[in-house]
């Protein structure tokens, strides 16, 4: 176990909050494998272990293709819980992430309580923050909350965990000898064959247009040793910035029109996370956010900004602020 005294103080605050009481479960905005496989296990430690009387699960926004192929394969389903007595955060760094469910959770005057692993962007003390950087997945919170129980891991909770811990260590690579153990113990109770393939879903038709466009309308930059790949959609803005970094750039910016706001997707590839030391869902977005109207998080290779102000405008300021994070000059590569 990473740390037990973290874990046994993430046990008292649910035993003195969830029992006998309904429950909200949410992720971040669109969800990822980490959000989703840890909700899935919370989902049934509430109801089974903390004796909650309900637990259901939303995810804010459009959710991801491989969230959706996730949820199906594990037979989770979101589930709107009506007057909750309680919120639970999973993998929420930052309340901004929560989009269209912001206000109505910070506004329902219920507790509120996070579990995640990411370092706050910004600070809520209306919330009970179970947060611990030492982990590298909240999965793994999860993981050592099921072993602080003395709970079997069967296999659906197996492959929900798995996932979560794999895909935010991309691919284990920037796991430890901790995380490498866990996953060890869990993949003895799964087919990988069977799981690791729904990171990688077949995307429809939609999907694969908006990567392709993405592609196309692609503008990259050069700063010191990094290439940024910048670009413009209105849909699938995550899958599309997922793609320009397998293509090759180290981070990817990826906006589009939403109302009145601009939607800004960056993904950084792991090397950028491993030695830029800046932090996308730290360092850019708090750039932004001091420049913008809007709300934005996530962590350090990835980030989700909602921002007031045209495309154009928060494009340009994007590169700016990398440029500057990186004290480094962006020099747009000729065609």
């Known amino acids: 176990m990473r740390d037990h005294s973290f874990i046994s103080e993430v046990h008292k605050t649910l035993q003195h909050h ?6 909200q479960v949410l992720s971040h905005w669109g969800g990822d494998a980490d959000s989703v496989g840890s909700a899935y296990v919370m989902c049934r430690l509430l109801t089974q272990n903390y004796e909650a009387t309900e637990a259901g699960f939303l995810i804010p926004e459009e959710s991801a293709l491989h969230v959706k192929a996730i949820m199906q394969h594990l037979r989770f389903e979101e589930k709107p819980v009506e007057t909750p007595d309680v919120y639970l955060l999973v993998d ?21 309580i996070s579990i995640d692993h990411h370092v706050k962007t910004v600070e809520n003390s209306e919330t009970i923050a179970l947060v611990s950087p030492k982990y590298l997945a909240t999965a793994e919170i999860v993981y050592d909350l099921v072993e602080y129980l003395n709970l079997v891991i069967d296999k659906e909770m197996a492959e929900a965990l798995f996932l979560g811990m794999y895909y935010d260590t991309v691919r284990l690579s920037i796991g430890d000898e901790e995380v490498a153990s866990k996953a060890s113990k869990l993949l003895q109770k799964i087919n990988p064959y069977a799981v690791l393939g729904m990171l990688e879903p077949r995307g429809d ?9 993405g592609l196309r309308r692609a503008t990259v930059y050069r700063l010191g040793d990094w290439f940024v790949a910048v670009s413009r959609v209105n849909s699938y803005l995550s899958s599309v910035a997922r793609t320009l970094v397998n293509a090759g750039a180290h981070v990817a910016l990826v906006a589009g029109e939403k109302g009145e706001h601009t939607i800004l997707a960056a993904r950084g590839s792991y090397d950028f996370q491993k030695f830029s ?33 045209p495309v154009e405008k928060v494009i340009e300021e994007a590169v700016k602020g990398l440029s500057t994070l990186l004290s480094t000059p962006a020099v747009e590569l000729a065609e």
């Open 92 to 112: 929420v760094g930052s309340p901004h992430l929560l989009g269209e469910y912001k206000d109505k959770v910070y506004g329902s005057g219920k507790p509120i």
């Open 277 to 309: 030391g800046v932090g996308l869902g730290n360092d850019l977005v708090n750039y932004l956010l001091r420049r913008f109207e809007g709300d934005g998080g996530g962590h350090v290779g990835a980030a989700r900004l909602r921002l007031k102000a």
């Open 18 to 23: 969830i029992r006998g009481r309904r429950v």
């Open 205 to 213: 038709d939609a999907e694969r247009i908006a990567r392709l466009k």
